[in-house]
Every structure is written in C-alpha cells, then in structure tokens.
C-alpha cells in the first residue's frame, strides 16, 4: 500500500500545522523536543496532495482566527454595518485584478508560467466585482463614489495594504495565500446569511449582489477547490510560504474585523456621514425612533 501523503508547516515558531492526505490535521509543539528528534523541525519537501494541503490552508485559517475568537465580536446585523461592509468589500476588491496581473507578471519574468496562468485567469474572474459593491450602495441610496473615495474602514486598510505589499515583492507566492484567505471565508457564508441581510433593506431594494456573488450560492466555492488544486501542484517551498501566508492574512482579517465589529451604531454613522458631508439618504430612515444609536450593535 502506497504510503499517504504527510504535509507540514511551521506557523508561529512554536506551533506547527501537520495534514495527511487522508484528512487528519493536528497541531504540533515541539515542547522539549530536541530538533534532532523533531521530525517536522526541518521544512517539508516531498510533493503535495489536495487532502493534505487543504488542512493545511484551513488548519491556517482556523489558527488564526482562534487567536481573538474568546474575545471576538458578535453583534446582530444592522444596515449601518452592512452599509460599512460594502464599503470594505469595495476596497479589497476594487485593486484585486491590477494586484494579481503585477503578481504574475513578476512571475512570467521568473519564468513561473504555471503561477502566471493561476493569477492570471484568478484576474479576470475577479475583475468587475467592486462594481458589484457599487450597485449594492446605490440601491440603499447612498451616494456610492463619493463615499468609497473618502472613506476606508480602519479594520479594512491593514488587509488592503497587505494585498499591495505581497504583490509587490519580488516572490509574490504569498499572495495566493491572502486570496485563499478571503476567498474560503466568503465561501462559509450561506444562504441564511444573504437572507438577514435581505430582511434589513427597505422593500424592493436589492443590495446583496456582491454578497451573493462571494459565497457559498457564487464561485466562491468552485474558486477555493481550483486554488487548493493549484497549491497542491506547487513545490514544497511554494506550499509552505503559500500556508503561512494564510495563517497571516487570517491574523489580520480578524483583527480587522472584529475592530469594525466592536464599533457602536453611532459611531459608524458618524464616519459615513464625514465621508459624503449629508446624512444617510435611506439608511438613517430605516431606524425604529426607539432605538438607541449609541447602543445598538455593528454588522
């Protein structure tokens, strides 16, 4: 019987994530260990499989998340937050394509075709999407350019700029670990989430079209499996940058996140309104008079 595929990766110095092919996935601390006795102290080398590098890329994700996950955010949705989540969507979507063609160009100079062909094509797939996030301000009756040039949520920035800064390097592998990040989280989301967003837009608006396009009912998950191919397909090298690279995108979106999460109603009001000079034109009418602003929870 062939022997099954053992992937490992160093996360934080002291933790290490280890998948099988057959789907077993555990954390491993050295604790004592002599490196001379340590099986996973030196980087793995032998080739990858999908059922290995998938725990890998999720063990990864979770990992990061867990980090904040006592003290993380969970406040009820309200249209104010969403209306701030369209605005970050807008962001970390609207450089995404330029992003990936200065990646792969970087490697169509290392003479990388396979990962110029995955960036590539993942840059026309994704062209066109914060167009989406546009049309979904317009239809709440938000003056949409307007506030997208003014405004930038504080949580959103980090992962933007992580974005830039991965494509520019002169190894841009890592950027497929960021893109794996935000694409697995968006594919977690159902249509259950769609539908309590739907219930707090006023009747006959549709503001979900980025939403639905980045979950579970888009490409999302078709997108996620392709990349997880693709990762499986890479040098051992590849793998292990394209890993932790996930791991810390998943540090940054969730710090991130829960940063927007923890602001009061009031206060994302208040950054809007700054942003387009007027109130909210639908927004600020859809609130019961009997709620409190300053209390009531963010998306």
Same mark, same amino acid.
């Given at each position: 019987? !062939?022997?099954?595929? +053992?992937?490992?990766?160093?996360?934080? #110095?002291? &933790?290490?994530?280890?998948?099988?092919?057959?789907? $077993?996935?555990?954390?491993?601390?050295?604790?004592?260990?002599?490196?001379?006795?340590?099986?996973?102290?030196?980087?793995?080398?032998?080739?990858?499989?999908?059922?290995?590098?998938?725990?890998?890329?999720?063990?990864?994700?979770?990992?990061?998340?867990?980090?904040?996950?006592?003290?993380? %955010?969970?406040?009820?949705?309200?249209? +104010?937050?969403?209306?701030?989540?369209?605005?970050?969507?807008?962001? +970390?979507?609207?450089?995404?394509?330029?992003?990936?063609?200065?990646? %792969?160009?970087?490697?169509?100079?290392?003479?990388?075709?396979?990962?110029? %062909?995955?960036?590539?094509?993942?840059?026309?797939? /994704? +062209?066109?999407?914060?167009?989406?996030?546009?049309?979904?301000?317009?239809?709440? #009756?938000?003056?949409? /350019?307007?506030?997208?040039?003014?405004?930038?949520?504080? =949580?959103? $920035?980090?992962?933007?700029?992580?974005?830039?800064?991965?494509?520019?390097?002169?190894?841009?592998? =890592?950027?497929?670990?960021? *893109?794996?990040?935000?694409?697995?989280?968006?594919?977690?989301?159902?249509?259950?989430? &769609?539908?309590?967003?739907? !219930?707090?837009?006023?009747?006959?608006?549709?503001?979900?079209?980025?939403?639905?396009?980045? *979950?579970?009912? =888009? *490409?999302?998950?078709?997108?996620?499996?392709?990349?997880?191919?693709?990762?499986?397909?890479?040098? %051992?090298?590849?793998? @292990?940058?394209?890993?932790?690279?996930?791991?810390?995108?998943?540090? @940054?979106?969730? $710090?991130?996140?829960?940063?927007?999460?923890?602001?009061?109603?009031?206060?994302?009001? /208040?950054?809007?309104?700054?942003?387009?000079?007027?109130?909210?034109? &639908?927004? =600020? *009418?859809?609130?019961?008079?009997?709620?409190?602003?300053?209390?009531?929870?963010?998306?």
């Amino acid at each position: 019987m !062939a022997q099954l595929v +053992t992937e490992w990766v160093n996360l934080t #110095g002291d &933790i290490s994530i280890i998948a099988r092919e057959s789907g $077993e996935v555990w954390f491993h601390t050295p604790s004592g260990t002599k490196n001379d006795l340590d099986p996973f102290a030196t980087p793995m080398t032998g080739a990858g499989s999908p059922g290995s590098t998938i725990g890998l890329l999720d063990g990864a994700l979770n990992l990061g998340f867990a980090e904040i996950e006592k003290r993380l %955010a969970r406040p009820d949705p309200t249209l +104010t937050g969403y209306v701030v989540a369209l605005v970050g969507a807008y962001h +970390t979507s609207v450089d995404t394509p330029r992003n990936l063609r200065r990646a %792969a160009s970087r490697f169509k100079e290392l003479g990388r075709h396979d990962v110029v %062909a995955y960036l590539e094509e993942r840059a026309r797939e /994704e +062209t066109g999407h914060d167009r989406l996030a546009l049309k979904d301000l317009r239809a709440l #009756g938000v003056p949409a /350019e307007r506030l997208v040039a003014n405004f930038i949520p504080e =949580g959103i $920035e980090p992962l933007c700029k992580r974005f830039d800064d991965l494509c520019a390097e002169d190894y841009p592998i =890592g950027s497929i670990g960021y *893109s794996y990040c935000l694409e697995r989280i968006a594919a977690l989301k159902q249509k259950t989430d &769609i539908e309590k967003v739907e !219930a707090l837009c006023p009747d006959g608006v549709d503001a979900t079209r980025f939403l639905r396009s980045h *979950s579970s009912l =888009g *490409s999302e998950a078709s997108h996620v499996e392709e990349t997880i191919a693709f990762v499986a397909s890479l040098q %051992a090298n590849d793998r @292990i940058r394209v890993v932790q690279e996930t791991y810390r995108s998943a540090l @940054i979106m969730a $710090e991130g996140y829960n940063r927007e999460l923890l602001k009061s109603e009031a206060e994302m009001l /208040e950054e809007l309104q700054h942003a387009i000079g007027e109130a909210l034109p &639908i927004v =600020g *009418s859809c609130f019961s008079k009997a709620e409190d602003p300053g209390t009531r929870p963010a998306l």
